[in-house]
């Protein structure tokens, strides 16, 4: 079982001023230097050793209903910001969020799809609502990794939760696709190799073997590419070869 008490020591409460009510809210914000990076899966997703860090990247406004990655919060215009007033604070009921030590993967997960919902709704650029969705989706999977073993119901609680990441990340590689196509480096804070690289993951997932193949001579016939994305894309590209001549024989 996750031991969520022990992320309390590595949180603190941020402030921040919502741009759609000017109201001052707080989020919860892992601490400067306690993140202790381990690795990341072939999706990216990133590992660390004593906490989540991708629960703490929303701020939500109670007052408004306002929710964005925290690295965006300042990154709306007038537009925007009048599509979420009609659209979110118009039907959005003010409400005080009751008081918590660290946010559960479930409040994470409920946050983000307020996040979702807000960068939709405001007709953000395809890549950072890409970056949304690929967010809940490493939640939904790190849910499925929470789940006990002597839990009666683990495998159907795993397999529900490892759909929805899933969908999540099908969603994600549809919106950073188009992103890919249509927007410039950097995307949703990606240099394009990285991009390249997560696309030929996520179609992989998706079982576009080709067009992943091609997404990923383009990571590794580039020389800035970083040994661990390297390293990565060379796994790929090995289960990549064996479903490609799978299909070839059949």
Request: aromatic fraction near 8%; charge should be negative; hydrophobic fraction near 35%.
């Amino acid at each position: 079982m996750y031991d969520y008490a022990s992320e309390k020591s590595r949180i603190l409460d941020k402030r921040y001023t919502c741009p759609i009510c000017d109201k001052q809210i707080t989020a919860k914000a892992v601490k400067s230097n306690t993140a202790r990076f381990l690795d990341s899966k072939a999706d990216l997703r990133p590992i660390h050793s004593n906490i989540n860090v991708t629960k703490y990247e929303t701020v939500c406004c109670p007052n408004c209903g306002y929710a964005v990655l925290t690295k965006n919060i300042d990154n709306i215009n007038q537009i925007q910001k009048k599509l979420i007033r009609d659209k979110i604070q118009a039907n959005y009921k003010p409400h005080e969020e009751p008081p918590c030590d660290y946010y559960t993967t479930e409040m994470a997960i409920s946050r983000m799809k307020m996040v979702l919902l807000c960068t939709v709704t405001k007709e953000a650029k395809s890549s950072e609502i890409g970056d949304v969705c690929l967010k809940l989706s490493w939640l939904y999977q790190d849910l499925a990794d929470e789940i006990a073993e002597d839990d009666p119901n683990a495998d159907s609680k795993r397999n529900s939760y490892l759909t929805e990441a899933k969908n999540a990340a099908m969603n994600a590689y549809n919106y950073l696709s188009e992103a890919r196509m249509h927007e410039v480096s950097p995307f949703a804070g990606m240099n394009e190799t990285t991009l390249d690289y997560l696309l030929a993951d996520l179609a992989y997932q998706k079982g576009e073997y080709q067009t992943a193949m091609q997404f990923l001579s383009n990571v590794v016939a580039n020389r800035n590419t970083t040994p661990r994305l390297k390293d990565k894309s060379l796994d790929l590209k090995e289960l990549l070869s064996a479903k490609l001549h799978g299909e070839e024989e059949a």
